[in-house]
Each structure stands twice: as C-alpha cells, then as structure tokens.
C-alpha cells in the first residue's frame, strides 16, 4: 500500500513511483559529482541528494518522468529527505496510479463548474452573454478547462485546480459587485471567468506540468488577452470599448510589471479583479502552508515563497490545505484507480493562432 510524501517519517522504507520534479549535477568540495533531485506525488514534495552511482542515476532520473524509488527517509535540517538506494524507469506493464502522483482538486469538478455556470446566468448585456458562450458552451474547452491545472507550482497546482480557481475568484467578483454597485458585474463576472484562459495554452503535461513554447514566448496573460479579443470580433456589433476593457482585465491582473502584467490596472473592475485573483492565490497557499507543515514542530511556518512571510498556524487552518468553501452539492472526491482523462500536452495549440 502507498505511503504518501506528506506522511513519510524518518527511518520509513520507500519502494513506489514518484515523479521526478527536477534533477541537477553538482560539485562537491572534495570535486566529485552529486545529484539534487526534487520528487513528488499527489501529496506533496521531497528532495533527494546523491552520492553514490551519480552517472547511471543522473541518465535514471530524468525530469517529468514517473520513476520506481527504492530507499529509506532520512532527515537533513529537519526535513525528511530520499536516501536513494536504487532507480529504475517506469516500464510498459507497470501498474501505478497517476491520481497518485499528481494533485487532483478535493472538489467535486461537476459541482464547480454547475456554480460557475450560475454566475454566467448573471450577465445580463447580450455581447457579453455571447462571448462567454463561444468559450464555454465548446465541448472541447470545457472539457480541458475543467481538468486543467491553474499553475506549476505556486497555487491551484491540481487536476481541475484551473475551475477551483476561477470560481474562487468569480465568487469574490460576484460579491465585489454587491459591495460597490457601480463596478460593472457583467464586466467583473465575464473578466473573472476568461482571466486565466490563457493557462490552457500555456501549460500541459499528464505526468508533470510544462510550460508549453507559446506559454513560454507569450505566457497566459497575452494569450488569454488575444483568445478574447479574436472571439469579440467574430461576434457582429460587438462594443469595441466593452472588448478592451475584458482585454485590459485579462493583461493587467496581475497587478503589477514586475508580475508580469503588461499594464498596471486602470479600470474599477480592472482594479477588483486584480484583488479577486491575488487573494485567492494567496489565501490557498496560506492554508496549504500551514496544513502541510501543521505536523512540525513550532508555531510558524517556514517562509513562503510568493507570500514572502511565515505564517502563525492557527488552530482552524491546521486541519487541511484547502480553504474555498465547498460548492453546493459539492464533495470531495475519494482518490481513483483510474488514471485521469488529462491530456499530456496542451490539446487546442495549434487553434491558438487560428
């Protein structure tokens, strides 16, 4: 039976697959080589540092690939850590369970998108009401929509993190909307929805998520902002000021240059979604911090990278990484056997530029 990196203790056997999340060779003092491989599964990371048989594992361990672990943990600075034994490449007749070794959402998929669907049924202006239906009443972009991950690393990093995400973030616009009624709710619903669309294209990968060579040269911000202003203009009469204040939603919610935003925002709406979408990136990963290291000794957290803070660990927050309130009719998903119906690399990329 499995056993998680989350629950591995020092002195524990390891014999599984993980996920090779990266692997580099370094040097020594002495001069000789070593490996500093990074592993993960479902549950969380582990890192690994190599001494011996460096060459042979070094070509073993190959980044983005599933890998048979055979070893012990052992603990460095407090962490637990791989002591490597021996490595093998997954072969065809091998039986895993890739639930296992990537994050899937805890939520019900059909439950999230059913609510983000009610949100749509909010949008009253007819161009607006059209152009979500070209993204979302298509098969093929709900399905990947639906599965995809919203990030690498950082937050929302799961199979169907990219819907958990929208709808946190779709829900704070909602609200936004009832708190100051001058925002624009078809606006902050609409630019809440097609924020991160650009991700579909940006990212892919079944066994490790990858940044694909449009998500590279262009990144998600660009991409989602073109994948919008190409669906406005195929809908007749569309407003042009109503198409470039959703492209100026999408590129400037970020929020800041150094984030990658190509504008600073410059509408109210622009402003609330770029708030909407910080605060749920940073809310998840505040949870996930703490219940990930609820366990350890001490009252803090260690620091976390894109929150630039530790963080106290509250009693309430100890029991689990994830924060949104469930979805009505929601639940979370017990983990499957079968493999997910995730594509291995980004599907729609060559429509990108039709």
Do not use: W
Request: glycine share 8%; hydrophobic share 40%; proline share 5%.
């Amino acid at each position: 039976m499995r056993k998680f990196i989350k629950s591995l203790c020092e002195g524990d056997k390891v014999d599984d697959f993980f996920v090779v999340l990266q692997r580099e060779k370094r040097e020594a003092r002495t001069g000789n080589p070593y490996l500093s491989v990074a592993f993960s599964d479902a549950s969380g990371t582990i890192g690994s540092t190599v001494f011996d048989d460096v060459e042979r594992l070094f070509a073993v361990l190959e980044p983005n690939t599933v890998v048979k672990i055979t070893g012990s943990v052992a603990c460095r600075e407090g962490k637990p850590q791989l002591k490597i034994f021996d490595a093998r490449p997954l072969k065809k007749d091998d039986k895993i369970d890739f639930s296992a070794l990537r994050p899937v959402s805890p939520y019900d998929v059909e439950a999230m998108f059913a609510e983000l669907e009610s949100f749509r049924k909010k949008v009253k202006d007819p161009f607006v009401k059209k152009l979500l239906a070209a993204f979302f009443d298509d098969p093929d972009f709900v399905r990947e929509f639906k599965t995809h991950t919203a990030a690498k690393a950082m937050h929302h990093a799961a199979i169907g993190g990219l819907l958990e995400h929208t709808l946190g973030v779709v829900r704070l616009a909602d609200s936004f909307s009832d708190l100051y009624p001058k925002l624009d709710r078809d606006l902050m619903i609409a630019g809440a929805m097609l924020h991160d669309i650009g991700k579909l294209y940006e990212m892919g990968g079944l066994i490790a998520t990858e940044y694909t060579t449009a998500g590279r040269l262009l990144g998600h911000i660009v991409i989602g902002s073109e994948l919008v202003g190409k669906a406005c203009d195929k809908i007749e009469g569309f407003p042009e000021t109503t198409k470039i204040q959703l492209q100026h939603i999408i590129v400037s919610h970020h929020g800041k240059l150094e984030f990658g935003s190509p504008c600073l925002p410059q509408t109210p709406e622009a402003m609330a979604l770029f708030r909407a979408d910080e605060f749920d990136s940073h809310i998840y990963q505040a949870f996930r911090a703490i219940g990930e290291e609820s366990e350890q000794a001490g009252d803090f957290t260690s620091r976390v990278k894109g929150l630039d803070t530790a963080l106290y660990k509250t009693e309430a927050a100890k029991d689990g990484a994830y924060s949104m309130a469930f979805p009505q009719g929601g639940k979370v998903e017990e983990p499957s056997n079968e493999e997910p119906e995730v594509s291995d690399s980004a599907p729609m990329q060559d429509d990108l530029f039709k």
